[in-house]
């Protein structure tokens, strides 16, 4: 069996990003041009769930809409191996431990399957290739790839408080990519050699099922389907069930806002598919066990709709909730905040580095530091809709100055040019 999946989204244009930003478009033009004959291949460990999934589902088919040679593979390995690559990312976000040897033994072991398929497919093509190992779960395969490839490793998670050990681990992998890429630049390791170093942020699409613009009649029926009252107020965090998420958190938050508001309803919405995320249903059942009898409290972990349905319904949840949570207490950035912005929604986030790149507190959204400031502002926005008001409209401007695509297929077809 493989254990690198092509994953082939569905086509998407570049040209309607143009209106953004006239003269980046332009600029993306040039460069595609320039990268004629190269080959580009983005390598991660889950096709669906997760942002790295949403980010690739819409870059690779935008390059590929630029003329440019990319493609993507996923990896297909055992549980166990994406239960010790969680181990790795909680310990790279802060958590206190360390990799075992036998942990460390297998994480890179089972990269070698991988890897040598890797080695066949560049070899059966020879152009000038660019690599780009998004996560930690891919990285050892850096040591497979023939030293004709430029190599880019792509880190989407909060290191700025990483755990001294686990971070050493990776150090040798780290070093021998000719580029990182991160989030924010206090996620840099402080060792790394800052002429390696590019920030980059995330973005969204604004043309996707996710993101465009639905009618009211298309929203209440997907509210209908699941039996959530419209008429009534609603905060919703839409979230992987990830302890860096603070679904409790919010779930507190809830119960102190309800006493203010007692028709408050709360949507957790946390689809378990991410495969390397083992860790998501454990969680889910606990909440589930212990909130299962409020009957205002939604925790949806099962898809009980086809795709296109579900990204519909994720953008309804959105648009029409009257505030957004993504209490996290580490982000690496948060696409959910992104696209809650962009919906013109009031958003509340937690301190964590990567909502603070999106948020500015009291003037795009709020930043809050604990449960009981949580739920203050969750009253504040429902009792005051002109403010939930101006502060999505600011919210709305953030994303479209920062955060689409055009910006972020810009910044990487710049990073292509510069490592080829
Ligand atoms: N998402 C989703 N359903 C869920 C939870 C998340 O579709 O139940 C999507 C969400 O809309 C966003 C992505 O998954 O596009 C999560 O990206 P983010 O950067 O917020 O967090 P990550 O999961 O990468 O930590």
Redesign the pocket.
Known sequence: MKTLLAVNPAKQQFRPYRQFNPAGFNKCINLARQLKGARIIHINSAAI????A?LLKNQVPLEKSLGVNSSWLVLQLPKQFFFITKKIHNLLQGQKGFLSEPEKKYYTNKLAKPGMELQKIISSSPQPTVVILHDPQTLPLIDYLPASVSTVVRL?IDTSSANKSMLQTLKPFLEKADKVIVSHKQYAPPWLNKKKLLVSY?AISPFTL?NHALSKKQILQLFKHFRIDTTRPIMAQ???F?PWKDPEGVIESYYLAKKTIPKLQLVL???ME?KDDPQAEGIYNRLKMEHQNDPDIFL?GKKTLSDTAYQTW?NALQSQSNVIL?KSLRE??????T?ALWKGKAVIGGNALGIKAQIKNGRNGFIVKSPAECAKRVIQIIQNPSLAKKLGAEGKNTVRKNFLFNRLILDFLKLYAEVL
């Open positions: 769930g997760g942002g790295v949403e989407h995330p996710k839409i979230s992987r990830d919405e946390g689809v991410a949806h994720i993504q690496g950035f948060g696409l959910t905040v696209e």
